[in-house]
């Protein structure tokens, strides 16, 4: 599977930003895909998920109000969107497209939100906001 992320950029606060993620290969293999976020000196966070099969999300408290996960999904190719409304200077990072497989909670198989849980990364787009 190959992701690449595009539709970063710089935005004054209070701007949108739609990222776009596309991915490529054998997508079918993946049926979770979401986008992380990494700033300077910080850890890797989750930023928004989705599960393909039943269409669940799952945001982070940060963003939750303010950005939409979607996509488009066919045989051939898969689509990741997240649209960013109300963009924070601490919205600024690098946004990471990534896909994986749902993972087992002990009692239930769920959306994973965590990086290790992913398997395919792209190379990040950089939302910068001032």
């Known amino acids: 599977v190959q992701l690449v992320e595009s539709g970063g950029g710089s935005v004054r606060a209070g701007g949108s930003l739609r990222l776009s993620c596309g991915a490529s290969g054998h997508t079918y293999s993946s049926n979770c895909m979401g986008w992380f976020r990494q700033a300077p000196g910080k850890e890797r966070e989750g930023v928004a998920f989705v599960y393909f099969g039943g269409g669940s999300t799952y945001y982070a408290d940060s963003v939750k109000g303010r950005f939409m996960i979607s996509q488009d999904r066919d045989d051939r190719k898969t689509t990741l969107y997240l649209q960013m409304h109300d963009l924070k200077p601490e919205d600024t990072a690098m946004y990471y497209c990534?896909?994986?497989?749902?993972?087992?909670?002990?009692?239930?198989?769920?959306?994973?939100?965590?990086?290790?849980?992913?398997?395919?990364w792209g190379q990040g787009t950089q939302v910068t906001v001032s």
């Open positions: 990534a896909a994986a497989n749902e993972v087992w909670y002990g009692d239930h198989w769920g959306l994973p939100n965590r990086p290790q849980d992913y398997t395919y």
